[in-house]
C-alpha cells in the first residue's frame, strides 16, 4: 500500500514539474524567454501592436483644448489626473484622415522627451504576447505612412499584427514638428 502511495506521489510531482516547465511565463509573471508582450489595437484598418514597456496605460478619450497654429494631428491637450498630455490623432498623423471617435477610441498614454503624450487609437483590444519566432520582418511598402516604423509583423493563428515601433515614430521630425505651415 505505501508504495502505491509513493508511485502516485511520485507520478503527480512528475506531472508538476513537467507543467511549470511547459508554462508560458517565468516566476514574475512576465513573458518567458522567446516571448513578446505588446499592447494590441486598431488604427484605421490596421491591426497593430505596440512594447507594452512604451505604454503607460490606454483611456478614453479626454475633453481637448486645441492649440492654435498646430497641425491637424495634434488634438491639443487634455488634463489627465492633473498631468498636461499633448494628444495627438495617430490615425490623422499616418492617413492624414482625422480618427472618427466612438465609445470603443481610446488614447495610448506615453512618453515623449519626458512629457506625457496620448496616442489617439480606434480601438483597444489588450495585451496580447506573441513567440519570437511567430514574427517576421514587416513587408511594408515604401509608399505607406507605416513605412519605417513598423518593422515586425507578428502572426498568431490567422491573424497579423504590425508591430509600431513608438520610438521610432517619436524621432520622426514629421512627427515632431507639430507647428502649422
Same mark, same amino acid.
Given at each position: 500500500m505505501m508504495s502505491t502511495v509513493n508511485a502516485s506521489f511520485a507520478k503527480l510531482l512528475e506531472y508538476e514539474l513537467r507543467a511549470r516547465g511547459a508554462a508560458h511565463g517565468d516566476e514574475d509573471g512576465g513573458p518567458a524567454k522567446g516571448d513578446w508582450a505588446g499592447l494590441a489595437f486598431r488604427v484605421?484598418?490596421?491591426?497593430?501592436?505596440?512594447?507594452?514597456?512604451?505604454?503607460?496605460?490606454? *483611456?478614453? #478619450?479626454?475633453? =481637448?483644448?486645441?492649440?492654435?497654429? %498646430?497641425?491637424?494631428?495634434? *488634438?491639443? #491637450?487634455?488634463? =489627465?489626473?492633473?498631468?498636461?498630455? %499633448?494628444?495627438?490623432d495617430l490615425g490623422c498623423y499616418l492617413s492624414g484622415q482625422r480618427t472618427r471617435t466612438s465609445p470603443a477610441t481610446r488614447v495610448l498614454s506615453s512618453t515623449l522627451r519626458g512629457r506625457a503624450v496620448g496616442l489617439v487609437v480606434d480601438e483597444v483590444f489588450g495585451q496580447r504576447n506573441f513567440l519570437d519566432n511567430d514574427a517576421d520582418p514587416a513587408d511594408v511598402p515604401d509608399s505607406s505612412p507605416l513605412h519605417g516604423l513598423v518593422r515586425r509583423a507578428h502572426r498568431a493563428g490567422s491573424e497579423s499584427w504590425q508591430e509600431l515601433d513608438l520610438d521610432t515614430l517619436f524621432r520622426n521630425p514629421d512627427f515632431l514638428d507639430g507647428a502649422a505651415a
Open positions: 484605421g484598418g490596421a491591426q497593430m501592436v505596440c512594447g507594452m514597456e512604451r505604454v503607460s496605460e490606454s *483611456l478614453p #478619450l479626454p475633453q =481637448v483644448t486645441r492649440v492654435p497654429g %498646430t497641425k491637424p494631428f495634434i *488634438l491639443g #491637450l487634455a488634463n =489627465v489626473r492633473g498631468d498636461l498630455v %499633448t494628444i495627438v
